[in-house]
């Protein structure tokens, strides 16, 4: 041990204080974090608060310029850009303004000319997250240092990894200004196809899919292959998320889509309810309803239903359970006790998806009493944003059998339908508004004749309302009629492809006497309640409605019909029909004349 002298101290102190004045300027200026080669941009700018920063939230102007002239003083190269992270980061916490404590000081033209002096050589990500910076910071891109950053960038394009490569894209997307940023883009795009063997990562694959349209469709093809071969080793997320990015694209990659559906199918973790709601709508988006995959999200939604706090989730998932023509009961039970308990926060979006997805499926849940006395006196038409949300309402409710006379009677008077949108090309309203009016109408004057009693349509203005149907169902409905006239010959006999007047498309009108005789239908017709018959029938004779019902008919998976054809079957009853139904799962076009024949002959005298 030993002593200092008394003479000495005074001279230390002074010393210490000129270290601890110069560590102070350091520390403002030292680099907080490292600049990993992997780590994102936004990770970078995010987490570029030091600690020192949090212990002292309140600056004063004065700090700009202490730190600026650090950064020129100091011979660093390093601490230029670490200068930088430190002005966008007090910039993005609103501690001091860009225009006029920054750009304004006397100081800022000589930091950027030390910046634009330190960025050759630098390394590329460094580069990239200053440039990223000065961007958003305001600065033009016509300035020079950018162009000599972006110029470095360029020089580096083939060098960098896969990883930087992408975020070298999806950054300069944002910037396309310059000839000179869409030289970068455009050989980073390039760099990207050329090396597409490097792209195996859940991460880089659905950055190529969430900007596919940038690529050729080749190198897509190849990414598409890529996806196939990795998806067994990614985790239920990661194949929730590329196969959800597939839907956001709209890109209907089926092998693909294909694999991604059996790997999650047979995954061990259960997704969470906003993760299936998502890859549900993506499953609706691209039209594929895999079976396997549903019955995988129905059963891990049932299991979580409690879990769900967010009624916009229920909401998706009834609205993609209705386009997808999905009929899984166990979850609309479980969906509709949610919906119960739960009533108060539900949005009418939700609720009038609920009604719509049960309309369209043809199911009523267990607790369908007290939920429609609970639903029905929040669907108002005076909270519904559209006439034509409204009119879907009603049309709803008419297919469950639930309307009133005055829900009814809102549609179809004239003040209504005068709201509704026409079609550009004509004064006439659009075909599928027209139809639903149409149904609801015959459905107030045949269904409920006896309480109905308020507006209904001039059926003579409708009269070229058609039915469209599919090359598949024009198809089978085809194959259908041409062997039915090896014993109805048409036109004595046999009518077809009738629209009526009723919104109602039926495939082939016929007359049987009580033996099954067909008798001639133009003297016993009445255009499904048009007109009255030329003759009364004859004792123990059907009128008769022949519908041939092709796959989309159907709920997907099951024999059972959709609402509104369920719908149509009673209308055509109520103005006294027999209905034959013809499923395409019972019809085959592949089997021989004769036995078809047989087939129709026998369905048709079934229902005497």
């Not at 790997?263 to 890859?279: F, S």
Request: hydrophobic share 40%; aromatic share 8%.
């Amino acid at each position: 041990m030993f002593r200092l002298s008394t003479n000495l101290i005074p001279a230390l102190c002074r010393e210490i204080l000129k270290t601890n004045r110069i560590s102070q300027v350091a520390r403002i200026t030292s680099s907080v974090h490292n600049l990993q080669l992997e780590h994102k941009i936004e990770d970078t700018v995010d987490n570029s608060v030091s600690l020192e920063d949090k212990q002292q939230p309140e600056l004063q102007h004065k700090d700009v310029p202490t730190l600026l002239k650090g950064a020129i003083d100091n011979e660093k190269t390093q601490n230029s850009f670490q200068t930088l992270e430190k002005i966008y980061s007090w910039t993005q916490e609103k501690k001091v303004n860009y225009k006029r404590d920054v750009e304004c000081n006397e100081f800022y033209p000589k930091f950027l000319a030390l910046l634009e002096k330190r960025t050759i050589g630098r390394d590329p990500r460094t580069v990239l997250n200053a440039l990223e910076m000065l961007l958003k910071l305001g600065v033009p891109s016509g300035n020079h240092l950018i162009e000599s950053m972006e110029t470095e960038v360029l020089w580096n394009v083939r060098k960098v990894s896969i990883t930087l490569l992408l975020q070298i894209m999806t950054f300069q997307i944002n910037y396309q200004k310059t000839e000179l940023q869409k030289k970068v883009l455009k050989e980073t795009l390039l760099t990207i196809q050329r090396r597409w063997v490097e792209i195996k990562s859940p991460a880089a694959i659905n950055t190529i899919l969430n900007h596919h349209n940038l690529f050729s469709l080749d190198f897509l093809g190849r990414i598409d292959d890529q996806t196939i071969e990795v998806a067994e080793t990614m985790s239920a997320e990661d194949l929730c998320r590329t196969f959800c990015h597939l839907g956001n694209s709209k890109r209907r990659a089926a092998p693909v889509l294909r694999a991604l559906a059996f790997h999650i199918a047979k995954h061990t973790d259960t997704l969470t309810p906003r993760q299936l709601a998502n890859l549900l709508y993506a499953m609706n988006t691209l039209s594929f309803p895999d079976q396997v995959l549903l019955d995988r999200i129905a059963s891990d939604l049932i299991s979580q239903v409690a879990e769900i706090e967010r009624p916009a989730i229920v909401g998706n998932i009834f609205t993609c359970m209705g386009q997808l023509r999905w009929r899984n009961t166990s979850l609309v039970e479980v969906l509709s006790e949610w919906v119960e308990k739960n009533l108060d926060l539900c949005r009418i979006n939700d609720l009038a998806s609920f009604i719509q997805t049960l309309a369209t499926i043809s199911y009523t849940p267990t607790n369908s009493e007290m939920l429609y006395n609970a639903i029905i006196p929040k669907l108002n038409q005076e909270d519904v944003p559209r006439e034509t949300v409204w009119l879907d309402i009603v049309w709803s409710l008419v297919t469950l059998g639930i309307a009133s006379t005055e829900h009814i009677a809102s549609i179809l008077s004239s003040k209504f339908i005068n709201k509704l949108p026409s079609s550009t090309a004509s004064d006439h309203l659009r075909m599928g508004l027209r139809l639903k009016l149409l149904n609801i109408n015959a459905h107030a004057q045949h269904l409920m004749k006896e309480a109905y009693s308020g507006p209904t349509l001039n059926l003579a203005e409708n009269k070229d309302v058609i039915v469209m149907q599919t090359r598949s169902e024009i198809k089978l409905t085809k194959h259908v009629q041409q062997n039915l006239y090896n014993f109805l010959p048409p036109p004595k006999y046999l009518l077809e492809n009738i629209q009526t007047s009723m919104g109602v498309y039926v495939d082939v009108e016929l007359s049987v006497d009580k033996d099954g005789t067909p008798i001639p239908i133009q003297d016993y017709t009445t255009h499904f309640g048009e007109s009255e018959s030329l003759k009364p029938l004859p004792d123990g004779a059907f009128r008769v409605a022949l519908f041939v019902w092709d796959y989309k008919d159907y709920t997907i998976g099951t024999q059972e019909l959709l609402g509104f054809n369920q719908q149509a079957v009673k209308l055509v009853e109520s103005v006294g029909y027999k209905v034959v139904n013809i499923p395409y799962y019972e019809y085959n076009m592949r089997n021989k004349t004769l036995k078809n024949v047989q087939y129709l002959e026998k369905k048709i005298k079934e229902i005497i």
